[in-house]
Nanobody, 127 residues
């Protein structure tokens, strides 16, 4: 089964940028989604962004990060990235990468539909 590993977290001041990476141990052929979620203590895991490969490629962002975060991919490296700009203190969280297979559009934002998860990487936005 595929293994995911995030990297790139750290401490950054408000207004700063970070780029997270999520490397997969193997390539998934088609009809799968690779997503970013985040979680803070005492709260449920929150959807951030997802890219789905199902015929074409499409990306969806949470309203809270739209225009500030950009998801991209390097298929040769089995890696997806999350470029985070104009960071706010409320972006502080553990960020998780996840993969789900054969998801329908209405399922993409919900963590319970994803089968594979990385261990997470801490992002702290603070002055």
């Amino acid at each position: 089964q595929v293994q995911l590993m995030e990297s790139g977290g750290g401490l950054v001041p408000p207004g700063g940028s970070l780029r997270l990476s999520c490397k997969a141990s193997e390539r998934t052929s088609n009809n799968y989604a690779r997503a970013w979620f985040r979680q803070t203590p005492g709260k449920e895991r929150e959807f951030v962004a997802v890219t789905r490969w199902a015929g074409g490629v499409s990306t969806i962002y949470a309203d809270s990060v739209k225009g500030r975060f950009t998801m991209s991919r390097d298929n040769d490296r089995n890696t997806v990235y999350l470029q985070m700009d104009s960071l706010k203190t409320e972006d502080t969280a553990i960020y998780y990468c996840a993969e789900g297979r054969r998801l329908i559009t209405s399922s993409l934002r919900f963590p319970e539909y994803y089968n594979y998860w990385g261990p997470g990487t801490q992002v702290t936005v603070s002055s």
